[in-house]
Antibody
Framework: EVQLVESGGGLVQPGGSLRLSCAAS????????MSWVRQAPGKGLEWVAI????????YYVDSVKGRSTISRDNAKNSLYLQMNSLRAEDTAVYYC??????????WGQGTLVTVSS | DIQMTQSPSSLSASVGDRVTITCRAS??????LNWYQQKPGKAPKLLIY???SLQSGVPSRFSGSGSGTDFTLTISSLQPEDFATYYC?????????FGQGTKVEIK
């Protein structure tokens, strides 16, 4: 059974940093692109970042580019999102998702990031 | 970046109704269009991929059509469990983007 479990969310002050993790199981993690998607409270879905199977290609939405880094450790079946210089508008539930043949076919349950003083 | 625009933003319908949601891309995306369903407090669920392919386990009352810039999600006979928010998403670009969502409510 495919499982994606996010962790690392929490309350952080504006300007602070946070590292989100996503533990994958039940599939060959190293053979899939992976994405992060976020959802601000009461708002729609926003795609955040994507990483290629071997980590050689990474792409970001403009609103986090330069402040966030997506990475992965295929030996640990884990995906990460390092977020720096956090702003109030980064407050959201962050989901990791498997990007299989151009579709997000499995999603985690999400982890909440709250940026507030 | 490719912009995705859904309409309507919300709709009210009754059980048994036929429901249609549209999604328009700011440029041609061929058939690189997916549809997701999201219920409150839950992660999104993939319904339709590549514009018209039904994801495994999804009821056949859901269908998708379109190519290029204009796409449609149709629910042939709305069921109580279908009241949710629906999102389109393009994957023609590595910079994925979602539509703003369509909330389907009970009339």
């Amino acid at each position: 059974e495919v499982q994606l479990v996010e962790s690392g969310g929490g309350l952080v002050q504006p300007g602070g940093s946070l590292r989100l993790s996503c533990a994958a199981s039940g599939f060959a993690f190293s053979t899939y692109w992976m994405s992060w998607v976020r959802q601000a409270p009461g708002k729609g879905l926003e795609w955040v970042a994507i990483i290629k199977q071997d980590g050689s290609e990474k792409y970001y939405v403009d609103s986090v580019k330069g402040r966030s880094t997506i990475s992965r450790d295929n030996a640990k079946n884990s995906l990460y999102l390092q977020m720096n210089s956090l702003r109030a508008e980064d407050t959201a539930v962050y989901y990791c998702a498997r990007d299989h043949s151009n579709r997000l076919d499995y999603w985690g349950q999400g982890t909440l990031v709250t940026v507030s003083s | 970046d490719i912009q995705m625009t859904q309409s309507p933003s919300s709709l009210s319908a009754s059980v048994g109704d036929r429901v249609t949601i549209t999604c328009r891309a700011s440029q041609s995306i061929s058939s690189y269009l997916n549809w997701y369903q999201q219920k409150p407090g839950k992660a999104p669920k993939l319904l339709i991929y590549a514009a018209s392919s039904l994801q495994s386990g999804v009821p056949s009352r859901f269908s998708g059509s379109g190519s290029g810039t204009d796409f449609t999600l149709t629910i042939s006979s709305l069921q109580p469990e279908d009241f949710a928010t629906y999102y389109c998403q393009q994957s023609a670009s590595t910079l994925r983007t979602f539509g703003q969502g369509t909330k389907v409510e009970i009339k």
